[in-house]
């Protein structure tokens, strides 16, 4: 079978690497995929495909079809809502895709889209109010704290959880008044507490299979202190919540998720995120994702046993056969090795070094590439993930640990804490 893999980070490739640990051969291809990504699979570039600035998705449906590719998998998000949308072309074009139909794909795309679909559906999330301007943003700060976003795109600095109505009221002047992250709605929403835990399923049709549940800790320093991040480090296991936990979630969130995109007359193919709260009265959504969490996606997929390539494939065409993989028993571990400035900005060039020591874990590459001497150095603000595994979480944890500290790099930063906090 020839799969092509979309993205770039270390979430594709965890992707590919559990593709190319299927049973039979594959032959995998990345699009624009990286310098370590280029080890395990024939990187992709398209005439007329300049990587992130002009993607013309037709370009790269046409590479598909010249290719003969019989399967395309969606790793990042930006692909399924850019022009017609990944998975729509694919459709036209008679290729089977993992991942969803722009139209559903809103569902991350929009936080407005996915409040309305979460109310409409009577599925529990923080009671919300969408405001179109900054009169009725403020008229709707009634508490403290409170939770702010932006709908639309905002380099991950859209959502501002105020302690206090100043705060809140200079987010909104800033967004509404000043658009300094250009046109779009804002949503308020009422603060919840509790911890966060990430839950995926493999969504087809009307079938849908959870997978390993992950947590993640976004913000840069020990202790959640600092600024939000893309993910410093992701605890999995199927410990990580209590079977009636489960249960509760996949009876209140997941089954009327599934049923709510049928009854909207949509149809879902791909991995569906639930970024949940666990409140004192229950699970809540805080967002929905249409693709596997990064770096959850490398602490879950070295987890999958079994057949991992023909049940995305199978899947993709409409099948959705559970039994074709399992996880495995214990818990995984990544830790995040960040470049210097991140997450403000990032330094690439820093040599990264002592790679060719790890040898009890796992190293995805987030952001890396090779110099001129064939050395990899930094490319961007996550540049490693190290994961290990163990039967115990402490195991999993040591051993993470110690095999994240023979690579070093300038300006590398790493948490201390994960896999300890939330947990100790
Ligand atoms: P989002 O981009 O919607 O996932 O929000 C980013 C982060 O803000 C989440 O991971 C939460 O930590 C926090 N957050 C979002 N919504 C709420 C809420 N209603 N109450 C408390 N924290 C929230
Ligand atoms: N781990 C958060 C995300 O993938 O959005």
């Known amino acids: 079978m020839k799969i092509l893999v979309t993205g ?51 370009d790269l449906i046409e590479w598909m079809k010249q290719n003969h590719i019989d399967l395309c998998m969606a790793g990042e998000e930006a692909l399924l809502v850019k022009d017609r949308g990944l998975a729509n072309l694919c459709a036209e074009a008679g290729i089977p895709c993992w991942g969803p139909l722009k139209e559903i794909a809103q569902l991350e795309a929009s936080k407005g889209f996915a409040k309305k679909f979460l109310k409409r ?8 109010t969408i ?3 900054a009169e009725e943003a403020k008229a709707a700060l009634t508490e403290t704290p409170i939770v702010l976003k932006f709908d639309g795109l905002a380099a991950g600095k859209g959502v501002a959880v105020c302690t206090s109505k100043e705060e809140a009221e200079q987010f909104v002047e800033d967004v ?6 250009g046109a779009g709605d804002l949503l308020v929403e009422k603060c919840l507490t509790g911890p966060e835990i990430s839950v995926f399923a493999s969504v087809c049709d009307d079938s849908y299979q959870i997978l390993m549940p992950a947590r993640d800790y ?4 020990d202790n959640d202190q600092g600024p939000n991040t893309g993910g410093m480090g992701a605890v999995a296991s199927l410990k990580l919540a209590e079977p009636a936990l489960m249960q509760r979630i996949e009876r209140e969130i997941v089954k009327p998720t599934v049923e709510g995109i049928r009854k909207d007359g949509l149809r879902y193919r791909g991995f569906l995120y639930f970024g949940l709260m666990l409140t004192p009265t229950g699970p809540q959504v805080i967002e929905y994702n249409c693709r596997f969490g990064d770096p959850e996606a490398e602490a879950v997929l070295p987890m999958v046993r079994g057949d991992f390539a023909t049940y995305v494939f199978e899947a993709a065409k409409g099948n959705l056969k559970p039994e074709l993989i399992q996880f495995a028993p214990g818990w995984s571990i990544c830790l995040i090795s960040a470049s210097a400035g991140y997450p403000a900005s990032s330094h690439s060039g820093d040599v990264i ?9 796992r190293v995805y590459h987030c952001g890396t ?27 999993a944890r040591d051993k993470a640990y110690a095999e994240s500290a023979k690579v070093t790099f300038d300006g590398l930063q790493r948490r201390s804490d994960i896999g300890k906090m939330h947990f100790e």
């Not at 070094?353 to 874990?361: D, R």
Request: glycine content about 10%.
């Open 176 to 181: 509404m008044e000043k658009r300094c992250f």
């Open 369 to 395: 590439k090779k110099n001129a001497a064939g050395q990899f150095e930094t490319n961007g603000g996550r540049v490693l993930a190290v994961v290990a595994q163990g039967e115990t979480r402490v195991e």
């Open 121 to 128: 559906h009577g599925i529990p999330t923080a009671d919300f």
């Open 218 to 221: 976004k913000r840069i320093r």
């Open 8 to 58: 770039k980070g270390g979430r594709e490739h965890a992707l590919i690497t559990a593709l190319s640990a299927s049973p039979e051969k594959h032959e995998l291809f990345a699009y624009p995929g990286s310098d370590a990504i280029a080890t395990l699979a024939t990187c992709v570039s398209v005439a007329g495909l300049s990587q992130a600035i002009s993607w013309n998705l037709q």
């Open 131 to 133: 405001c179109t301007n």
């Open 353 to 361: 070094s002592g790679l060719e020591h790890v040898s009890g874990a």
